[in-house]
C-alpha cells in the first residue's frame, strides 16, 4: 500500500473517530415552549431558551417552567391578637421570575414558598383580632404578598396572588357568632316593627287632625265603608241609620 494511501485511510479513520466523540459527548436538548434550560458547567450558567441546542460534556441541565403555578397551604391552626386559635386555609399562586437565581439558589422551590407563606400568614393574623380576620380576608392577602416579595426575589420567585379559603372557627365560637347573629336578625325584625308602629300612628295622628279640621270627612269616610261593603256583599248589606237625635248629646 502506498504511503498516500495509508495517510488518507489514517485521515478517514481519525475524522470518524472525531465525529463518534462529538456526538457521543455532546448532547442535544429540547427546549420547549413556556420553558427554559439552565445550564450549569463549572462557575458559567447560562440559560437556553426554546429550541434545539448542543451541551458540552460535563454540562448540568434545569428544565425551568415560566409558567403560573399554585400553592396550597392546608388548614393553619393560628391565634389571633385575642387568643383564640382558629384555623385557616391559604391559596396562592406564584411564578419564576429569574430561572438563574431560581436554579442555583434552592432546589425545593415549593418547600421554600410554603415555609414563607405560612410565616407570614402567621405573622399578619396574629396581629389581627378575629373580627377583623374574618372580615378582611382580602387585606389578609395583600399583607402576606408584600411581606413575601422580598424574600422569595432572591430565589427568582414572585408570589402573584394570595388569599384566604376558609376560616374554621372552634365550637363555642361557632355558638357564640351564631347566637350574635340570631341577636342581630331579631334586633332589626323588632326595629322594623318599631318603624312600622311609628308610621301607623302619625298616619292616625295626622288623620284625627283633619278630622277635627273638616268633620265632613267623617261623612265621606262612611259613604266609601257603606260602598265598600255594598261592593262586596253583592247588595246583601243592612244598614242602620242613626239620626241626629239617635246621637248622644254632652252635658
Given at each position: 500500500?502506498a504511503t498516500?494511501?495509508?495517510?488518507l485511510?489514517?485521515?478517514?479513520?481519525?475524522?470518524f473517530?472525531?465525529v463518534?466523540w462529538?456526538?457521543t459527548?455532546?448532547?442535544r436538548l429540547?427546549?420547549?415552549y413556556?420553558?427554559?434550560?439552565v445550564?450549569v458547567r463549572?462557575?458559567?450558567v447560562?440559560?437556553?431558551?426554546p429550541?434545539k441546542h448542543?451541551?458540552k460534556?460535563?454540562s448540568?441541565t434545569h428544565v425551568?417552567?415560566?409558567?403560573e403555578?399554585n400553592?396550597?397551604l392546608?388548614?393553619?391552626e393560628?391565634?389571633t391578637?385575642?387568643g383564640v386559635a382558629?384555623?385557616y386555609n391559604?391559596?396562592?399562586?406564584?411564578a419564576?421570575?429569574?430561572?438563574?437565581?431560581f436554579?442555583?439558589?434552592t432546589e425545593?422551590?415549593?418547600?421554600v414558598i410554603?415555609?414563607?407563606l405560612q410565616?407570614?400568614?402567621?405573622?399578619c393574623?396574629s396581629?389581627?383580632?378575629?373580627e377583623e380576620?374574618?372580615?378582611?380576608?382580602v387585606?389578609?392577602?395583600?399583607v402576606?404578598?408584600e411581606s413575601?416579595?422580598e424574600k422569595?426575589?432572591r430565589?427568582?420567585?414572585e408570589i402573584?396572588s394570595?388569599?384566604?379559603?376558609?376560616?374554621?372557627?372552634?365550637?363555642d365560637?361557632?355558638?357564640a357568632?351564631a347566637?350574635?347573629e340570631?341577636?342581630?336578625?331579631?334586633?332589626?325584625q323588632n326595629?322594623?316593627?318599631a318603624?312600622?308602629?311609628?308610621?301607623?300612628?302619625?298616619?292616625l295622628?295626622?288623620?284625627a287632625?283633619m278630622?277635627?279640621?273638616?268633620?265632613?270627612?267623617?261623612?265621606?269616610?262612611r259613604?266609601?265603608a257603606?260602598?265598600?261593603?255594598?261592593n262586596?256583599?253583592k247588595g246583601?248589606?243592612?244598614?242602620?241609620?242613626?239620626g241626629?237625635?239617635?246621637?248622644?248629646?254632652?252635658g
Amino acid at each position: 500500500m502506498a504511503t498516500w494511501e495509508f495517510a488518507l485511510y489514517a485521515g478517514l479513520l481519525t475524522a470518524f473517530i472525531v465525529v463518534i466523540w462529538l456526538l457521543t459527548a455532546y448532547k442535544r436538548l429540547w427546549v420547549h415552549y413556556n420553558s427554559v434550560a439552565v445550564v450549569v458547567r463549572g462557575p458559567k450558567v447560562v440559560v437556553l431558551q426554546p429550541g434545539k441546542h448542543w451541551l458540552k460534556p460535563g454540562s448540568v441541565t434545569h428544565v425551568v417552567w415560566m409558567w403560573e403555578r399554585n400553592v396550597y397551604l392546608p388548614t393553619q391552626e393560628i391565634p389571633t391578637s385575642e387568643g383564640v386559635a382558629a384555623r385557616y386555609n391559604l391559596f396562592a399562586t406564584y411564578a419564576v421570575t429569574d430561572p438563574k437565581k431560581f436554579a442555583v439558589e434552592t432546589e425545593d422551590a415549593q418547600g421554600v414558598i410554603y415555609r414563607e407563606l405560612q410565616a407570614a400568614m402567621r405573622d399578619c393574623i396574629s396581629m389581627k383580632s378575629l373580627e377583623e380576620a374574618r372580615m378582611q380576608t382580602v387585606d389578609v392577602g395583600a399583607v402576606i404578598l408584600e411581606s413575601v416579595k422580598e424574600k422569595l426575589e432572591r430565589y427568582g420567585l414572585e408570589i402573584t396572588s394570595a388569599r384566604i379559603l376558609d376560616i374554621q372557627l372552634p365550637n363555642d365560637m361557632k355558638r357564640a357568632v351564631a347566637g350574635a347573629e340570631l341577636e342581630r336578625r331579631l334586633a332589626n325584625q323588632n326595629l322594623e316593627k318599631a318603624r312600622a308602629e311609628i308610621a301607623t300612628l302619625r298616619a292616625l295622628s295626622n288623620a284625627a287632625k283633619m278630622l277635627e279640621e273638616n268633620p265632613r270627612l267623617l261623612d265621606l269616610r262612611r259613604m266609601q265603608a257603606i260602598e265598600q261593603a255594598l261592593n262586596a256583599n253583592k247588595g246583601n248589606v243592612t244598614i242602620e241609620w242613626r239620626g241626629p237625635s239617635d246621637v248622644p248629646k254632652s252635658g
